[in-house]
């Protein structure tokens, strides 16, 4: 399912935000003033909520895999990121998608908190199968969709994300982190990319970094008292971002 704006080269017209959790999500959909869709386009039962409203000239699509019906806590993870990109891709055909998020960062490869990545790749670190070619299967390395004019005009930094199902991060996790390159750390990226790539939608990510893994504080506290005032300048990188890609071809990018 190839966007036919791309081949056209006509400007983006129909963008999907993905968000994992309510308070990064929250922000945006204030900042672009989307309303929450009460027909909803996914399956009876899911949490995924869809928020949309239109912005300058284009038609955005913000989707927040909602709360856990069993728990109350955001649908965080690979699984969850998975079914509602497939979904919103399937009911939304959109041109791009934008992965919105906060990450963890290695100081050693140059993050601080606050810092806002533009992913160039993305892999996995929590899929180890030790059989030659099933390996690479489960690093599942993608490319983000390059965009170096976003990047130069805007400043951001670029870097690669490495994406698993756990917070934590154990001694392989870390081994294979290092083998992936990454200078970022999150529990989605790299799954919207799998699905992205899998339906032909070009793909952007962007990270903000609420914690330095190779830190001296517990990561789950220091995420937490970071979060709300990395995920204000998160939201202010993804209206600088929409703002550039109004007007604008996917080649422009």
């Known amino acids: 399912m190839a966007a036919s704006h791309a081949e056209n080269e ?5 963008i999907l935000i993905v ?9 945006v959909v204030n900042k672009f003033n989307l309303t929450q869709d009460p027909q909803s ?4 039962g899911v949490p995924w909520v869809r928020y949309h409203g239109t912005y300058k000239d284009l038609n955005l699509n913000l989707i927040w895999p909602g709360k856990d019906p069993a728990l109350g806590v955001d649908s965080v993870g690979t699984i969850s990121s998975a079914l509602v990109t497939y979904a919103a891709i399937q009911a939304l055909q959109p041109d791009l998608i934008i992965n919105a998020g906060t990450a963890g960062g290695f100081k050693a490869r140059g993050a601080s908190i606050g810092d806002i990545f533009i992913v160039s790749d993305c892999a996995f670190h929590d ?3 030790p059989i030659p070619v099933f390996d690479l299967y489960g690093v599942g390395f993608r490319k983000a969709f390059e965009s170096p004019n976003l990047v130069k005009d805007l400043d951001l930094k670029v870097a690669k994300l490495s994406t698993g199902d756990s917070l934590d991060m154990t001694e392989q996790d870390e081994s294979s982190i290092i083998a992936n390159d990454a200078t970022v750390k999150d529990m989605e990226g790299a799954a919207v990319a799998y699905v992205a790539d899998l339906l032909k939608v ?8 609420t914690d330095i893994i190779d830190g001296d504080k517990p990561t789950a506290e220091e995420f937490l008292q970071n979060l709300a005032a990395v995920t204000a300048s998160l939201d202010l990188a993804v209206e600088k971002v929409v703002n550039f890609i109004n007007g604008k071809c996917l080649s422009e990018l």
């Open 10 to 14: 006509e400007p983006i017209s129909n």
């Open 127 to 129: 899929r180890r199968i």
């Open 202 to 209: 070009p793909a952007i990510f962007i990270k903000a970094v």
């Open 41 to 44: 386009p996914f399956p009876e």
């Open 19 to 27: 968000i994992a959790m309510q308070t990064e999500a929250l922000p």
